[in-house]
């Protein structure tokens, strides 16, 4: 099975003229666009959150109508750059209030996903607290031996990127032990971090997605400056046999089409 994965989207509202660093919403549409054209079919889109820029009801309306051509189905978690009360409201999660968390258990074919909810109102920071940690560990247990994957916005990991990491998952030691040793458990994937990182977490594969808009430039001085890059950028397909992960990434925006070599 194929599990696509978009990311940071930070969709904005178009009728504003807010600062943009690229057309964050045409870049949703072109992902949005090659995703309907892989050929092998994603069975869902993972979306790990930021996927507005101030989760506004006019950019989560915005960003509705740029999935509304998507003909896979989402699987929606929110970021510190977007709001519980209008992310309910677009993805339809009625069992979620404003001051608790919108974690959802969805079973794909040959995967159970968790949706870890880490986001902390009006903070940049994640938080895994007590309720979730309960719910998080409920929700393994409650997989059996089937193969699961947990899906969540901010990595449980530092990347060594200081300004990033200024904006952490509180609580990642808590994380690592509730899912260490956990045979059921498979993959981890995130976002926030806006570049292609790869780690391992209470011995699990954890991996975050790349951004659909501007990356955050690869500098590990811990005195480096808060800087964005405009690298390439897209989606990744993570192919699942029941028990190996694959990831691979897709660029979209390069101008570049398939070349077929002649022999
Ligand atoms: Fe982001
Ligand atoms: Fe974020």
Redesign the pocket.
């Known amino acids: 099975m194929l599990l696509a994965q978009i990311t ?1 989207t930070h969709i904005v509202d178009p009728a504003t003229d807010a600062e943009l660093f690229v057309d964050n919403n045409q870049r949703l549409a072109l992902a949005v666009a090659r995703l309907n054209a892989e050929t092998i079919r994603p069975e869902a889109v993972l979306a790990t ?2 996927l507005t820029e101030n989760g506004t009801v006019a950019e989560m309306r915005a960003l509705a109508e740029l999935l509304d051509p998507l003909n896979i189905p989402v699987l929606a978690l929110p ?3 977007d709001r519980r009360s209008t992310f309910r409201d677009t993805f339809h999660m009625p069992w979620a209030t404003d001051d608790g968390h919108l974690g959802w258990v969805v079973d794909l074919s040959e995967l159970r996903v968790i949706g870890l909810d880490t986001v902390v109102p009006d903070s ?1 920071r994640g938080l895994l607290d007590a309720e979730r940690s309960r719910w998080l560990a409920d929700a393994l247990d409650e997989a059996g031996d089937r193969p699961t994957a947990i899906a969540m ?1 901010h990595p449980p990991f530092h990347s060594g990127i200081h300004w990033m990491d200024a ?1 952490p998952l509180d609580g990642m030691d808590t994380f690592s032990q509730i899912v260490a040793g956990r045979k059921n458990l498979t993959r981890i994937f995130c ?2 971090l806006h570049r292609p990182l790869v780690s391992t977490v209470g011995g699990v594969t954890t991996t975050v997605g790349i951004s659909t808009v501007v990356h955050v430039e690869l500098n590990l001085d811990p005195a480096a400056p808060v800087e964005l890059i405009r690298d390439p950028v897209g989606y990744q397909l993570h192919r699942f046999d029941g028990t190996h992960w694959v990831t691979h990434t897709r660029y979209i925006d390069t101008g570049e089409v398939p070349i077929r070599p002649s022999s």
């Open positions: 940071d959150g930021d970021g510190n750059h940049d916005h904006m976002g926030h």
